[in-house]
């Protein structure tokens, strides 16, 4: 799918222009990858993603956060909405998951949300890093559904609230949503904690 195909059903006007879209078809020079061997640049059901191909990492971050982080290069917004297409591709349990980073200024501050399938205070919450171990800002009890199918999802932010919405294949009700106003500025970028997936399809909008 490319940026344009389906946004009214995202919750976006077609008269809406995207400050970022990627597609993966040319590449992924457009990320930076903070443990590039642990990505590669692939095929899935004939669309190129990028996708995490080890649940171990040589990255190793200042405090407990996730392992596998992808940014945005040379893009760093307040407010935003980002919306992409995530694919699954091992069963890991409870805490199966992707992530999605926003207001990154470094490896201690920034957020992030955890889209863990079984919700507890260290999977399927809205997170935040702040020179401390990761530490949940919601108190989820919404499972979230994963299978082996591609799945849509959207992170809406917006600093002057403080608003955070995650939504999963809902892009009307979200599945997480908390107001926190620490970090108002920063990169975006996707990933998990320790688990495989592949992404496609990347729109981010400024608000």
């Known amino acids: 799918m490319v940026w344009g195909q389906g946004l009214c059903g995202l ?3 077609h008269a809406d222009e995207p400050v970022f879209t990627d597609d993966f078809e040319s590449g992924t ?4 990858m903070l443990d590039p061997k642990t ?3 692939s095929t899935h059901d004939g669309s190129k993603t990028i996708e995490i191909t080890d649940r171990s990492s040589e990255y190793k971050p200042p405090v407990r956060s996730p392992l596998h982080v992808a940014l945005i290069k040379d893009l760093e917004l307040g407010s935003f909405e980002i919306h992409f297409r995530v694919k699954s591709t091992k069963d890991t349990g409870n805490h199966r998951d992707c992530c999605v980073f926003f207001n990154y200024r470094d490896d201690q501050h920034f957020y992030y949300v955890h889209l863990g399938a079984r919700p507890d205070p260290h999977s399927g919450q809205i997170m935040i890093v702040n020179e401390a171990p990761r530490r949940a800002l919601t108190n989820n009890t919404r499972e979230t559904p994963w299978d082996d199918q591609w799945h ?3 992170l809406v932010r917006d600093v002057e ?9 809902d892009m009307a009700q979200p599945q997480m949503e908390v107001f926190d106003k620490t970090f108002t500025n920063g990169r975006i970028g996707l990933g998990s904690f320790d688990d495989l997936n592949a992404f496609d399809d990347v729109v981010v909008f400024t608000k």
């Open 11 to 13: 919750g976006r006007s």
């Open 29 to 32: 020079t457009r990320w930076e």
């Open 39 to 41: 990505w590669k640049h």
């Open 152 to 154: 849509q999802v959207k």
């Open 161 to 169: 609230s403080g608003r955070i919405a995650i939504f999963f294949d």
